[in-house]
């Protein structure tokens, strides 16, 4: 059975996998940059998907929600001092922002390279476009690990949350 380190390694490498083999594949496949200027001006702006209040409340409540997310808990509770706290914080939000700006992109090339398809089908049909049968089973594995790595770290911190805010805080008193 893989451990927390052996899950959260293994997604890593998946991520950084697609941000420097899959997205680049993908974007030349799809002919560049250039090939996002062929596309509807309704689909730039998102007035394709939704009006403009979807995404203004989108953003507030993701942007409320990293700063909430149990990944960050669960380092800020580990961390030895307030200094690697920080410097975790810095280091991940760049890995935030360049995931964020990957996962953007391949939904766009996407769109170009596979025009009239279902949004929930683009990520396997640019897989098995772009990759080769034994990497498409190891992306597959991937998605399958950052998944039980969300899972697992849920259940860490929500202990984790129980032993520090009501044992060491409440209980212990008593």
């Known amino acids: 059975?893989?451990?927390s380190i052996d899950l959260i390694i293994i997604t890593v490498?998946?991520?950084?996998f697609?941000?420097?083999v899959f997205l680049p594949m993908i974007?030349?496949?799809?002919g560049g940059l250039g090939a996002i200027v062929g596309l509807p001006t309704t689909f730039l702006t998102g007035a394709e998907f939704a009006?403009?209040?979807?995404f203004v409340l989108a953003l507030l409540f993701l942007g409320a929600g990293v700063l909430t997310s149990a990944?960050?808990?669960q380092r800020a509770y580990a961390a030895d001092s307030q200094k690697n706290v920080e410097w975790a914080f810095k280091v991940s939000g760049i890995f935030v922002v360049?995931?964020?700006?990957m996962a953007v992109l391949i939904g766009i090339?996407?769109?170009i390279l596979l025009s009239g398809i279902s949004p929930n089908m683009i990520i396997p049909e640019l897989m098995k476009l772009a990759l080769p049968v034994g990497a498409f089973g190891l992306v597959i594995a991937g998605f399958l690990a950052a998944i039980m790595c969300t899972a697992d770290t849920i259940l860490l911190i929500c202990s984790l949350t129980i032993v520090h805010d009501f044992y060491h805080q409440g209980l212990k008193r008593i």
């Open 98 to 101: 360049l995931f964020l700006i």
């Open 27 to 30: 974007f030349f496949k799809a």
């Open 51 to 54: 009006q403009l209040y979807v």
């Open 18 to 20: 697609l941000l420097i």
């Open 13 to 16: 490498f998946f991520l950084i």
């Open 1 to 3: 059975m893989l451990s």
């Open 71 to 73: 990944e960050i808990w």
């Open 109 to 111: 090339f996407g769109r």
